[in-house]
């Protein structure tokens, strides 16, 4: 008997992130030294502090479900943070906590998207972005940008996009940026805001990097405009990266209540509520500093400027140096044109790369930007050098005959 899945998941791609883990793992587990700079989490343990947290909980028995937004003593962490850290006022109810960010961006986009809505997501765009809009009912719009514009996209640029579209609905705008490490500063912020009120546009502010800056960069969020432009944004974020969190599942959404309220009947049909020892261990993470992620931050630093300056020193490559997150996008399409190993596409240099000199990497073309490749530098000092020299050696390989 053949059983007819949804045209809906059919449709759907695997993530390439996790598809280049997921190979890179296996071999790994057959013994290959693989050196990987696909993975999207920090290489850091989460703080001791918030295990702690998390024990106390599990002692205390706080393993029941929780109301569906997330338990009022986060949500009201999480309304000082945005105090503290970002200037914005909101309560509880202009709060929700999702099992992860990606979650939390998902349940949003069900909750504001109709079908035939569109969607402008700028490039290079993080993998699930298209996705998640497809999975909504939603179109997703793809707005490029370039490195020349620091893969920024302009007011000049999003103006002329949304009238061009019959039904514009929602920006997604991500600073600091996955893939490229870019931030938008609070004037560009300005410009892009005024656009979207104009054409009241909803914005999806994906922020999930916020604590990763580095040198004298700052980061700001649109809602920090106007009071215009925070009406109309979903800031999206959570302890993962900063945290060193990705497998606690734990993200958050700030917006207006009608928003907030929605997407909450979402999730108790779908999520019912985040885990409850993550929750405990969330408090902990936004409300105490030991100092661990200021080391963390530090560290990301050094590791950036090791892997641009030498991305930068081979030949016929060019890598913008970021200001955030922990990836480098280099520009390849000089080995791509050029190559005599009958190569054609970053999938392909990937696979390349990956199965002769061990070393994994993410083809640009999963972020909507066909000639880079995307390193993680949340990796030791140490399998940093290890891998660029493999990556030398296997760019010198496509040369010859």
């Known amino acids: 008997m053949t059983i007819k899945l949804s045209n809906k998941a059919r449709a759907i791609k695997s993530s390439p992130t996790l598809v280049v883990f997921s190979k890179a793992k296996k071999m790994i587990a057959e013994g290959i030294d693989v050196i990987n700079f696909g993975v999207g989490e920090p290489d850091f343990n989460t703080p001791e502090y918030i295990k702690k947290a998390a024990i106390k909980a599990i002692n205390e028995n706080f393993t029941k479900y929780t109301v569906s937004p997330g338990i009022p003593e986060l949500r009201q962490a999480i309304v000082k943070k945005f105090k503290d850290d970002n200037n914005l006022d909101y309560s509880i109810n202009n709060i929700m906590v999702n099992p992860g960010a990606k979650s939390t961006i998902a349940t949003v986009l069900m909750a504001i998207c109709d079908p035939k809505d569109e969607v402008i997501i700028p490039t290079p765009y993080w993998v699930s972005y298209p996705a998640q809009v497809d999975l909504a009912d939603g179109t997703p719009v793809i707005l490029e940008t370039d490195e020349t514009e620091n893969f920024k996209v302009t007011p000049e640029k999003l103006e002329e ?13 991500t600073t600091p940026s996955n893939p490229s490490g870019m931030v ?8 892009i805001a005024d656009v979207c009120v104009k054409y009241n546009i909803l914005v999806i502010s994906d922020e999930i990097y916020e604590k990763l800056v580095y040198g004298d960069t ?8 106007s009071e215009d432009i925070k009406n109309l944004t979903i800031i999206v974020n959570g302890v ?17 209540e009608d928003i907030i309220q929605k997407s909450v009947k979402i999730q108790s049909h779908t999520a019912s509520c985040v885990n409850s020892i993550a929750q405990k261990a969330a408090i902990a993470a936004l409300t105490i500093n030991d100092g661990s992620i200021d080391n963390m931050v530090k560290e990301f630093e050094n590791r ?3 892997l641009v300056d030498e991305l930068n020193k081979i030949n016929n490559v060019t890598c913008v140096k970021p200001d955030g997150a922990f990836y480098a996008l280099p520009n390849i399409s000089w080995y791509i044109e050029n190559n005599k190993k009958g190569i054609t596409n970053s999938v392909e240099l990937c696979t390349f790369l990956l199965e002769k000199y061990h070393i994994a990497v993410v083809p ?8 880079y490749l995307r390193f993680s530098y949340a990796n030791s000092m140490e399998n940093l050098q290890k891998g660029l020299k493999r990556f030398v050696k296997g760019l010198d390989e496509l040369m010859m005959s």
């Open 364 to 371: 640009g073309s999963a972020f909507g930007v066909e000639n």
């Open 304 to 306: 950036c400027k090791f």
């Open 218 to 225: 700052k980061h700001y969020s649109i809602a920090q405009v």
């Open 184 to 191: 938008y500063t609070k004037s560009e912020l300005k410009g």
């Open 240 to 256: 993962s990266k900063a945290y060193a969190m990705t497998g606690w599942r734990l993200g958050y959404a700030a917006a207006s």
């Open 161 to 173: 996009k949304i009238l061009e579209l019959s039904n514009p609905k929602v920006l997604i705008l």
